[in-house]
């Protein structure tokens, strides 16, 4: 059974940080390209960072500077170390894993809730 189960969210004031983690249970973890996005009430889903199977980042352009995406592949997670929140940064943020043999073979984090206000 596949899971992918995020921590660390919370709520922070403006200015601060959090750091999230994703961790994989069910999937060889070495083998997928990870994925944060997040999805504010009343609007769409959006893609936040990219980590691929070696270790190559993008990030979203509203994100550059201020996030970090990282992965340790020996304890099967993935890290997103969020700096200099703002409260547009409010937002459920999800992981997702793409195989990078079939990208049709994907799975997602229940999310973690993050709240940035005073």
């Known amino acids: 059974q596949v899971q992918l189960v995020e921590s660390g969210g919370g709520l922070v004031q403006p200015g601060g940080s959090l750091r999230l983690s994703c961790a994989a249970s069910g999937i060889f973890f070495s083998d997928y390209n990870m994925h944060w996005y997040r999805q504010a009430p009343g609007k769409q889903r959006e893609l936040v960072v990219s980590i691929t199977d070696i270790g190559s980042t993008n990030y979203a352009d509203s994100v550059k500077g201020r996030f970090t995406i990282s992965r340790d592949n020996g304890k099967s997670t993935v890290y997103l170390q969020m700096n200099s929140l703002k409260p547009e940064d409010t937002a459920v943020y999800y992981c997702?894993?793409?195989?990078?043999?079939?990208?049709?073979?994907?799975?997602w984090g229940q999310g973690t809730q993050v709240t940035v206000s005073s």
């Open positions: 997702h894993a793409v195989w990078t043999r079939n990208s049709a073979r994907t799975y």
